[in-house]
Structure formats: C-alpha cells, structure tokens
C-alpha cells in the first residue's frame, strides 16, 4: 500500500470517527432541546424532510416545520422532564457518506397531567448529513413501557404485557413481545 493510499484510508477512517461523534452530540442535544423547551434550536435537530413517528401512532410527522409544530404540542402538556440516552449503534452507508442509521437506548422520565411518569423507549434513526451538518432524517420511537412512576412494579411484573398506559387505557408494550428473537426464545 502506498503512502498516499495509507493517508487516503486514515483520513477516510478519521472522518468516520468524527461523523460517530456527531452523530453522538446529536443524539444528546433533542434531549437536551426536548427537556429545555429549546424550539429556537429544535428546528436545527432535523433535515428539511425529516420523518417522525412512533409504534402507537400517537406521533406523526413529515417535514421540519410539521415536526417542530408537533413537538410544541406534545410537550405544552409536560411538566419536567428528563431524556437520558444510554447505548446507541449507529451504522454508516457503505454507498453514501452523509447517510447513517442508528438505534438509540434511552429512558425518561416526566411530569404528565400531574403525575409522574417513566418510558424506557428506543429510537431508530436515519440519520443525513444536511448544510454540512448531521440531523435526523427520521426518527422512530417505540416503547418498553410508559407508565405512571407508581406503575413500575406492577407493569414489570410477569406476564404483563400492556405497558404502554400514557393514554390513560392499558395497551401493549410496542417490544420485547413482538421481538423475532422473543418469540424464538419463548417458542411463541
């Protein structure tokens, strides 16, 4: 391999680090933006086309303006609340170098119509460079469990499956249940 080819991949694997990191940064701030009410800096998380929605269907959204407006809605009803990322894999496009996927762990926990509430959720992200920037291009939610605090040991318990509960009835958890790798292991 010749030195321009060894400077050619460390300079490719280099960025590619760089673009992990702020994939990661972006990840962090629509916490931070979510839980600071930030709708000056929201608009900066998404593409121009950006897609929102969630395994209930209780979040749909298409185009950046359509997706700022439907957070101010759903968050107008919050209290405080607190976005906290855990794990996340992010892949990158092997044809593409502004595209990337990903799949982000996180909890939260919020103030909702006065009670307080936890949701363990996972995002999965298709993530575009835009403007020179990476953002959301699409971001799907879906829910272990949303439940009041008071909830928790209850709604973990064996065999309950409806823990989805932010609606005020008791629907099914959108994961593990419905897992492949659930099923198999469980024989289902």
Known sequence: ?????????????????????????????YGLVMDDRD???????????????SADGGMSAVGRDAAVEMYRRRIKGLGPSNHVTHDRVVTFDETNPDLAHGLVLSHA????????????????????REGGRWRFAARALSFLYFIKADEFAEAMGPGIAA???VYGDRRPADWPESLPTWKDFYGE
């Open 109 to 128: 926990e919020m103030s909702l119509r006065g009670a307080a509430m936890l949701a363990a959720m996972r995002y999965s992200d298709t993530y575009r």
């Open 39 to 53: 709708l000056v800096g929201m608009p900066e998380l998404f593409t121009s086309d950006v897609v929102i929605s």
């Open 163 to 165: 823990r989805n509960r």
């Open 1 to 29: 391999m010749s030195d321009r080819q060894q400077s050619s991949g460390l300079d490719a694997r280099v960025r590619r680090l760089e673009d992990r990191f702020e994939i990661n940064d972006l990840i962090a701030r």
